[in-house]
């Protein structure tokens, strides 16, 4: 089992530009979320599915658009890219207030 | 307004010794609580949890120690080693809900 896998692993982008990051389960789990980390702030949730078909928004949400394609995958969409959207980017999976277990991070510089 | 709050930025210790790592929260909703561990360049790694019907919970060196009246919460690590050192988050939730709040972490260093 591979876990919580997100690509890319690093990204940098120009002020304006978008992209789209993946996220991928192979727990079967039915809750999906998308975090921000940044020096000093811990993490920050942007937005959550707590189910296949229904998306939230977190604390971080402005800026951002998700998309939770089936259930094992959940896409985080900047659609134009700012200097403050520069961050750490994890995804995260859990069965409902149980344990989240997170991907690897995508590392994202806007310029 | 910061629910869950890790006070101490970083915190030093000698191979050997006990850390204590401290959260504090302020929703009195919050009926669930994780730790995790987060090694630079990778993501969190869960590593102990408790529960609010619960006042405190074992696995291994880790222990985590919860006292609902004063909102505040302890990991206890015993006896540290230089393997420990990372950064250390606690995360707080709601019954009901699916969603975690997390502290803004403390630095470990355990020192050999």
């Known amino acids: 089992n591979a876990g919580v896998t997100q690509t890319p692993k690093f990204q940098v982008l120009k002020t304006g530009q978008s992209m789209t990051l993946q996220c991928a389960q192979d727990?079967?789990?039915?809750?999906m979320y998308w975090y921000r980390q940044d020096p000093g702030m811990g993490l920050r949730l942007i937005y959550y599915?707590?189910?296949?078909?229904?998306?939230d928004k977190g604390e971080v949400p402005n800026g951002y658009n998700v998309s939770r394609l089936n259930k094992r995958e959940f896409s985080l969409r900047l659609e134009s890219a700012a200097p403050s959207q520069t961050s750490v980017y994890f995804c995260a999976s859990s069965n409902g207030q149980e344990t989240q277990y997170f991907g690897p991070g995508t590392r994202l510089l806007v310029l | 307004d910061q629910q869950v709050k890790q006070n101490s930025p970083s915190l030093s210790v000698q191979e050997g010794r006990i850390s204590i790592l401290n959260c504090d929260y302020t929703?009195?909703?919050?009926?669930?609580f994780l730790w995790y561990k987060k090694y630079p360049a990778e993501g969190p790694t869960f590593l102990i949890s408790?529960?609010?019907?619960?006042d405190k919970n074992e696995d291994g060196r880790f222990t985590v120690f919860l006292n609902k009246s004063a909102k505040h919460l302890s990991l206890h690590i015993v006896p540290s080693q230089p393997g420990d050192s990372a950064v250390y988050f606690c995360?707080?939730?709601?019954?009901?809900?699916?969603?975690?709040?997390f502290g803004t972490g403390t630095r470990l260093k355990v020192l050999a």
């Open positions: 929703n009195s909703m919050f009926d669930y």
């Open positions: 995360a707080a939730s709601a019954e009901g809900t699916y969603k975690y709040i």
């Open positions: 599915s707590a189910s296949e078909g229904t998306t």
């Open positions: 727990m079967n789990h039915n809750s």
């Open positions: 408790i529960s609010s019907i619960k």
